[in-house]
């Protein structure tokens, strides 16, 4: 694993959840907020690639696994 941000299929794998539960919990802005802090604090949107995805750090999703953070 490298960098800083990773996509929301490998936190999704990281936390062993669906890719879709992950991507729920950023849909929702109270949600997003509560789990994922404030954007560019644990998460971040790129609205200019071909579907706006999102990113989330790879520290708060390791916190959120509870693993070790590397």
């Known amino acids: 694993m490298s ?23 950023l849909a929702d802005v109270q949600q997003r907020a509560a789990e994922w802090g404030d954007e560019g604090e644990g998460w971040r949107h790129k609205p200019l690639s ?7 750090r790879r520290s708060w999703v390791q916190r959120k696994a509870g693993q070790p953070e590397s």
């Open 3 to 25: 960098g800083e941000w990773m996509s929301v299929t490998e936190a999704a794998e990281a936390l062993e959840v669906s890719a879709r539960t992950v991507q729920r919990s």
């Open 50 to 56: 071909t579907r706006g995805i999102y990113q989330l």
